[in-house]
């Protein structure tokens, strides 16, 4: 539902809580540039890595990602 409504062909997407990037995945194949953000260092180490995702070791209250980086936010 979100790629299909995406008029732009650039979106920055934030992931939070991104476990092991199923959904990070899913929106990088949609061509969405992803931070995938995940305290879990143990989920952390499982992420299946994208070229159109960076991974950040961080909470979802303090992810340290600029004000205004992203135009979505997800948490899958």
Do not use: C, W, Y
């Amino acid at each position: 539902m979100i790629s299909r409504n995406l008029k732009s062909s650039t979106h920055n997407l934030a992931d939070l809580a991104s476990g092991t990037g199923i959904g990070a995945n899913l929106m990088a194949e949609r061509r969405l540039d992803v931070m995938a953000v995940e305290p879990n260092r143990t989920m952390a180490a499982n992420f299946q890595i994208h070229l159109l995702i960076q991974l950040q070791q961080a909470t979802a209250e303090d992810t340290n990602l600029p004000n205004a980086s992203v135009d979505i936010v997800t948490g899958f």
